[in-house]
C-alpha cells in the first residue's frame, strides 16, 4: 500500500514547522521574543514573526555559531530568544555553542529545529537531522519537544516560550495529518493519550504519532487494542505515563523519526527498565544515513510506516 | 557604581592583581598566570578607572555595563579584579580551582558574581557580547558591553562569525578588547596563524580599531575614552601586550609557560619583581 503522509486516514494539516512559525507570530507582541535566524525564516516560517516585528528580527546570516551565541547574551540579558534554523545545522554546526553559551549556563534560550528527520525528502541526507534528538538530550537541563501535528506545534512553541529554561523544539518540512482534534489535550511534559488499550502500547512523536494511530486501526482489526501515547517532551520525559503503560499493556513499541541511538526508544527503555521491565519494539531509522527521494519512498525505505508498526506490535505481543 | 582610581592607585591595584594572579594559581598548583598577566592594565583600567559602570551590591542592575571574559582560561586574572572590586572577599581568591569553590578554572556565571558568561570554549565571548549589546539597543538602555578575546582564540570561526555581524549591524555599544600577547599553547601566534594586520582586517569588517601599548595605563585609558566616543560602529582595542608580564620567569619563554603556574620556590622572587600591592 502506498503511503499517505498527508493524511493516514486523518484530516490534513500544515507542517509543524508553519504552524511553528504562525504561533511564534501569535504571540510576537511579548516584547522579550526575539528571533535569530540563520537564513533559512521562509523555510522556519519565522519570517511571519519578521513580517510583523521586525526590529526584533536578526538574520544571523548563515553562521549558525554566532547566530547560537547573540541568542545566549540576549538571554542573559532578560530576552526570550527564539533561534530558528535546519535542525541538523543548528543542532550539529552549532553544538559547541549550544553546550557552552547555552546549556551550561542554563540561559533561557528556545531553539527551533525544522526540516528535521528524512521526511524532508528530495533534499537528501546533509539536509536531514536524524541525530538532533540525541544530541538536545544530551544536554543537561534541556527540555526537547517533538510535535506530532500543527495544533501541537502550535501549543507547544507558546508553551516553551512561558516556560524558563533552554528548550529545543523539533519540527518537520512536509503537512501532516492533523492528529489533536482538542488541542487543551496537550500539555508540556504530559504524554497525551490519543487512543486508550489495553493489549499494547504504541509510544511515538513526531510524523509517527499519525502512523500509530494509523496502525492501531489495523490491529482494531485483528483484534488488538493499542493504547496510543503521543510523546511529544522527550526531555524531561513523563515517567508515570510509561510506567503505567508498562503495567497495564503487554508491552510497549517506541516508534520515531530519528536513529536508534539517544532519542526516544533510548529514553523510554530506561524508564520501562527501572520501573517495569516489559517487551519492547522499536520502529526508528536504525543505523544509517538515508537518500533523496520522496517523503513517502524515504519512509517506506527505511521503515517508517504504519505497517512496520503494525508489525513491532505483533512482535511484542507474541507469545 | 564606577571606582575611577588615580593614575598611582590604578598602578598599586595593578600589582595587586599581579600578585594575586600569581599567587592563586601556585596555590591551586594549576591555572594560567601568563594568559591572566597579559590583560592586566586592562582590566585594571576597565574596572578601576572609571569606564565600566558596575556594582557588586547589585550585580544584576540592567544598567550596568557588560564584560565579558572570552579567553575563559585567564580566568584568575578576571577572579582577582572581581575580588578588587568587592564582589567576593579577597580571601576567596586563594581557593581557586578547589573543590566546592564558585572560583573554577574557568568562569561559571550560575556560580560567581560579577561573572557575565560562562567561558573556556574559545571564541563564543564575542557572539555572548552581541546578544547583550543587542538587547540593550533594543531596550534602550544606555549599557556597554565589552569583550576581551585572545590573540590565539581568534583563530576560531566563529570569532570572524561575530566580527562580521557587529560590523554590519553598527554596534556602537560593543567594544572588542583584544589582548595580542603573541602566543598561544605551543609557540607564537606568527608561527601557527599570523592575525596581522589585525586592526585593517577589523576594520575591513566596518569596526573602528586602534593598536596600542595594552601595558601602558595612559594608552588604555584614552583608548577607553575613545572607544565609548565612537558611533555607528564596534570598536576594537588591539593591545599589544607581553605574555606574563611582570614575571621575568614567565616573559622569558611564554612558549614553556602557558597554563602552568609558578613553582613555589619561585613563586617569592616573582612577588619581589611584581612588587608591593595594596
Known amino acids: 500500500m502506498t503511503l499517505d503522509l498527508t493524511h493516514l486516514g486523518l484530516p490534513g494539516g500544515p507542517s509543524t514547522r508553519e504552524a511553528f512559525g504562525d504561533a511564534l507570530a501569535e504571540i510576537g507582541s511579548d516584547e522579550r521574543i526575539v528571533v535569530v ?86 533534499d537528501g541526507p546533509s539536509q536531514m537531522a536524524i541525530e538532533d534528538i540525541a544530541l538536545a538530550c544530551s544536554l543537561p537541563g534541556f527540555t526537547v519537544i517533538v510535535p506530532a501535528d500543527g495544533p501541537s506545534a502550535g501549543a507547544a512553541t507558546k508553551a516553551m ?23 487543551s489535550k496537550f500539555h508540556l511534559g504530559k504524554a497525551t493519550t490519543l487512543r486508550d488499550g489495553d493489549d499494547v502500547t504504541i509510544v511515538a512523536n513526531g510524523i509517527m504519532v499519525a502512523m500509530a494511530l494509523d496502525a492501531a486501526e489495523t490491529l482494531k482489526k485483528e483484534g488488538v487494542e493499542a493504547r496510543v501515547l503521543d510523546m511529544h517532551t522527550v526531555k524531561p520525559v513523563d515517567v508515570a505515563s510509561i510506567e503505567r503503560a508498562a503495567n497495564e499493556t503487554r508491552g510497549m513499541v517506541v516508534a520515531e523519526e530519528h536513529l536508534a541511538y539517544g532519542g526516544l526508544g533510548a529514553t523510554v527503555s ?32 527505511y521503515g517508517l510506516t504504519p505497517d512496520a508498526i503494525t508489525d513491532a506490535a505483533r512482535r511484542v505481543l507474541k507469545d | 557604581m564606577t571606582k575611577a582610581l588615580d593614575r598611582s592607585g ?25 594568559s591572566s598577566l597579559s590583560m592586566v592594565e586592562l582590566l585594571v583600567t576597565l574596572y578601576f578607572g572609571g569606564i565600566l559602570r558596575y556594582d557588586p551590591q547589585n550585580p544584576h542592575d540592567p544598567d550596568r ?63 555572548i557580547g552581541i546578544g547583550h549589546a543587542l538587547a540593550a539597543r533594543l531596550d534602550g538602555r544606555d549599557s556597554r558591553t565589552y569583550v576581551l578575546c585572545g590573540d590565539g582564540e581568534s ?13 554590519n549591524h553598527n554596534l556602537d555599544n560593543l567594544t572588542l578588547i583584544h589582548d595580542h600577547n603573541g602566543y598561544q599553547q605551543t609557540a607564537a601566534v606568527d608561527e601557527i596563524q599570523p592575525l596581522d594586520p589585525m586592526p585593517s582586517k577589523l576594520q575591513a569588517f566596518k569596526w573602528q580599531a586602534r593598536e596600542i601599548d595594552g601595558h601602558s595605563l595612559d594608552q588604555v585609558a584614552e583608548t577607553f575614552e575613545w572607544a565609548r566616543n565612537v558611533t555607528g560602529a564596534p570598536q576594537a582595542i588591539v ?39 595594596s
Request: hydrophobic share 40%.
Open chain 2, 239 to 277: 593591545a599589544r601586550t607581553i605574555k606574563g608580564k611582570g614575571v621575568s620567569l614567565l616573559e622569558e619563554a611564554p612558549w614553556k609557560w602557558h597554563g602552568k603556574p609558578i613553582p613555589k620556590d619561585e613563586e617569592a622572587k616573582a612577588l619581589a619583581e611584581i612588587g608591593a600591592g
Open chain 2, 155 to 167: 583563530e576560531e570561526g566563529q570569532f570572524w562569525e561575530a566580527v562580521m555581524f557587529a560590523g
Open chain 2, 10 to 34: 590604578l598602578e598599586r591595584v595593578a600589582r595587586q592583581i599581579r600578585r594575586d594572579i600569581v599567587q592563586s594559581t601556585t596555590e591551586a598548583k594549576s591555572g594560567h598566570p601568563s
Open chain 1, 37 to 122: 535566524d540563520g537564513d533559512v525564516n521562509n523555510s522556519t516560517y519565522t519570517n511571519k514573526f519578521k513580517e510583523r516585528y521586525a526590529e526584533r528580527f536578526f538574520n544571523a546570516g548563515i553562521a549558525e555559531s554566532n547566530m547560537v551565541g547573540i541568542a545566549a547574551g540576549l538571554a542573559a540579558s532578560g530576552k526570550i530568544p527564539v533561534a530558528a534554523s535546519f535542525s541538523t545545522f543548528l543542532m550539529s554546526n552549532a553544538f559547541d555553542q549550544i553546550r557552552m553559551s547555552v546549556a551550561f549556563p542554563n540561559l533561557n534560550v528556545k531553539l527551533v529545529g525544522t526540516h528535521a528527520g528524512i521526511s524532508i525528502g528530495e
Open chain 1, 270 to 301: 530506561m524508564v520501562v527498565a527501572e520501573r517495569k521491565p516489559t517487551r519492547m519494539a522499536f520502529v526508528n531509522i536504525g543505523d544509517t544515513y538515508a537518500t533523496s527521494g520522496t517523503p513517502e519512498q524515504l519512509l517506506t525505505q
Open chain 1, 161 to 183: 516560550i512561558e516556560r524558563d529554561g533552554p528548550t529545543f523544539l523539533r519540527c518537520g518540512r512536509p503537512d501532516v495529518p492533523i492528529v489533536y482534534d482538542d488541542i
Open chain 2, 65 to 127: 555595563d557588560i564584560f565579558i571574559l572570552s579567553k575563559g582560561h585567564a580566568a584568575p586574572g578576571l577572579y582577582s579584579v572581581l575580588a578588587e572590586a568587592g564582589y567576593f572577599p579577597r580571601e576567596d581568591l586563594m581557593t581557586l580551582r578547589k573543590f566546592g569553590s564558585p572560583l573554577e578554572g574557568h568562569p561559571n556565571m550560575c556560580r560567581l558574581p560579577g561573572v557575565e558568561a560562562s567561558t573556556g570554549s574559545l571564541g563564543q565571548g564575542l557572539s
